[in-house]
């Protein structure tokens, strides 16, 4: 069985606001994740959350689709419509143009709960009359049962040990019409869903449709009431049933005393009421000597599966107006060979006990969840509540355990707020200075951007007018520049290609030069040794190349001058002539050099021999 209540990943943004509300903390919130999850075990079916949910990130398990497959097997299907029907659709006029709207659909019977509402409040009538000191709660609201059987599993005999109004009308479906019979439930309560899912006998509901999913299909198929005849609800009719949406209306059905001073049983409805309620018979049941009478939503006039934005008064008058209208012309004698009929049901019911209370955190990690949220004197004392919890204690614990969010204390979340608040306020005031800083920056940047794009324009248009070639090619040989002189040594196939991509920008080394000439490139990449003045014949030149490093093993560039060129010619003869007599020069000195030292050497020998013969 799938889920009954999903939360969309994708459209909740974590507003708490489910978490809060939920009255059985059965909403977990991880720090790490950015929405929230429901936990299936835990959830009672009481629809809180979806009614809460300002982003419609909820939503339930839809049944129409399940519906639309049963009408399409075919054979027979019975629709029972809860009593509550005649608050939800004020904007039909005539109910019997909703029971016709109904069967336009393809239901072959339309049918009242109200006659199962009838035999369930005979069954709590003699309960009740044969007191035996035990004291009950009511267990028509199915929302009620799984509050029990979940969280006060020591309450659980305490339930009136009957079926609910919907499974009892379902076994009269089945013997009024055959075992053969499909049953669909339309009505306002989700967790009917849920409740559904237990019965395969005679009491089986085969899908359950709130009254948002009957428009919906009244919408999905055109179906409006004034495309409709006349069709009264088929047999059997039932008597006070309709009234069972009142919170007290079943008492006044089963005919049991609400006299303040003599009877013996109370009633609450909503949330707050219920909790209080539970709570209360727990623990003084004995004290105060009362049956409790429970309906979750405030009876079944607001629950999830009505339209949102109901008017509980007006749908309560709407109640009894038709229950009014429906026992002006009712028919006593019909009703009682009614029940007579359908006397021998078993409406008996056990409930099991189903314990999903958590084990509570250490005292510990409660302390230290309170220390955190600067709550550690307040402990079990009643808090603000706007966490939802009602004491500081309960909201530690849900902390501790996963349940609730330390953000969802209003107290620690403004303190918070207030430091991230003064935090981006210092953040700001840097901020402001730094993008002072960067202004200037940007402005000191802007001026050397320019006088470089200057440069680099002097140099680009110098570049192009040297008379010698220059190339510059990354490691891969790929031209990166090169200037008209070098476009022109290569010749005509260069000259066509520079018209397309101008500068050779791209184009491959080792295409355009011999293996002897793009090999030097290579070496210098390697080696990161600058080549100077080597000379090469290409073609019917001689060039002297020079190759040096730009970026180390990246990029490379080389001036190559043609030696045949006249200009070049006379600058290199000029050049080499001048380094011609400069290494004579040099060679002179260095003989001249030798000369002097062989005549000295000389001198001193010949002074030395004419002294030796003189002292002779």
Do not use: W
């Not at 001058?561 to 001048?578: L, S, T």
């Amino acid at each position: 069985m799938s889920q009954l209540f999903k939360i969309s990943e994708k459209d909740c943004v974590n507003c708490f606001a489910c978490v809060r509300i939920c009255p059985v903390d059965a909403i977990e919130v991880h720090t790490d994740k950015d929405f929230c999850k429901i936990v299936a075990n835990r959830c009672i079916g009481c629809g809180n959350c979806l009614n809460i949910c300002p982003f419609n990130a909820i939503s339930y398990r839809s049944s129409k689709q399940e519906v639309k497959d049963l009408i399409a097997d075919g054979g027979k299907i019975a629709a029972i419509v809860a009593p509550s029907v005649s608050g939800e659709f004020i904007d039909i006029k005539d109910y019997r143009k909703f029971v016709q709207m109904i069967k336009s659909l393809g239901f072959t019977y339309v049918c009242e709960v109200t006659f199962g509402v009838d035999l369930v409040a005979r069954e709590y009538k003699k309960l009740f009359e044969d007191f035996k000191g035990k004291y009950f709660l009511s267990s028509v609201c199915p929302v009620v049962v799984s509050l029990v059987e979940k969280f006060y599993p020591e309450l659980i005999n305490n339930l009136v040990p009957v079926v609910s109004p919907m499974v009892a009308t379902a076994k009269v479906m089945h013997k009024e019409y055959g075992d053969d019979t499909k049953v669909v439930y339309i009505g306002p309560c989700i967790a009917s869903k849920d409740e559904a899912k237990r019965h395969t006998d005679e009491g089986k509901v085969d899908a359950v449709l709130t009254f948002t999913e009957l428009r919906e299909l009244f919408d999905e198929f055109d179906i409006k009431e004034s495309k409709y005849e006349y069709s009264e609800f088929d047999s059997p009719i039932g008597y006070k049933g309709s009234i069972l949406p009142i919170a007290n209306g079943l008492l006044q059905i089963a005919d049991v005393s609400e006299d303040l001073l003599t009877g013996d049983v109370i009633t609450a409805e909503g949330q707050a009421d219920i909790m209080d309620a539970m709570n209360e018979f727990k623990n003084h049941a004995e004290t105060i000597c009362r049956h409790f009478n429970l309906f979750f939503c405030e009876g079944c006039l607001m629950g999830p599966g009505t339209s949102r934005g109901g008017e509980k008064y007006l749908r309560r008058t709407m109640v009894v107006n038709y229950a009014n209208k429906r026992l002006k012309s009712f028919n006593q004698k019909s009703f009682d060979e009614s029940i007579q009929k359908h006397s021998s049901h078993h409406l008996t019911y056990s409930f099991t006990a189903d314990d999903q209370r958590i084990v509570p955190p250490s005292q510990r990690t409660v302390r230290e969840v309170l220390k955190m949220i600067n709550k550690e004197l307040m402990g079990s004392k009643p808090g603000c509540a706007a966490c939802g919890f009602p004491s500081c204690q309960d909201f530690a614990v849900a902390v501790a355990s996963g349940l609730a969010h330390p953000d969802m204390c209003l107290s620690f979340s403004i303190s918070n707020r207030r430091e991230y608040i003064e935090t981006l306020k210092k953040t700001n005031e840097k901020l402001a200075a730094t993008e002072k800083a960067l202004h200037h920056s940007e402005k000191t940047a802007k001026a050397e951007q320019e006088a470089a794009r200057d440069a680099s324009e002097t140099i680009t248009t110098m570049m192009k007018k040297l008379p010698s070639s220059l190339v510059i090619v990354d490691k891969k040989l790929k031209i990166i520049h090169s200037n008209q002189s070098f476009i022109d040594l290569l010749g005509d196939d260069a000259i066509e290609i520079n018209e397309i991509v101008p500068g050779l920008v791209g184009a491959d080394l080792k295409t355009l030069l011999p293996y002897k000439v793009y090999t030097l490139f290579s070496q210098v990449l390697i080696n990161n040794e600058d080549l100077r003045n080597k000379d090469i014949h290409y073609k019917d030149a001689l060039l002297n190349i020079s190759v040096f490093t730009i970026k180390k093993n990246g990029v490379v560039g080389a001036v190559i001058r043609d030696m045949y060129a006249p200009e070049v010619r006379k600058e290199e003869v000029v050049k080499r002539i001048a380094e011609a007599i400069d290494i004579n020069l040099a060679m002179v000195q260095k003989i001249g050099f030798l000369l002097g030292e062989g005549a000295a050497e000389t001198e001193h020998m010949l002074n030395s021999i004419i002294d030796t013969y003189k002292e002779g």
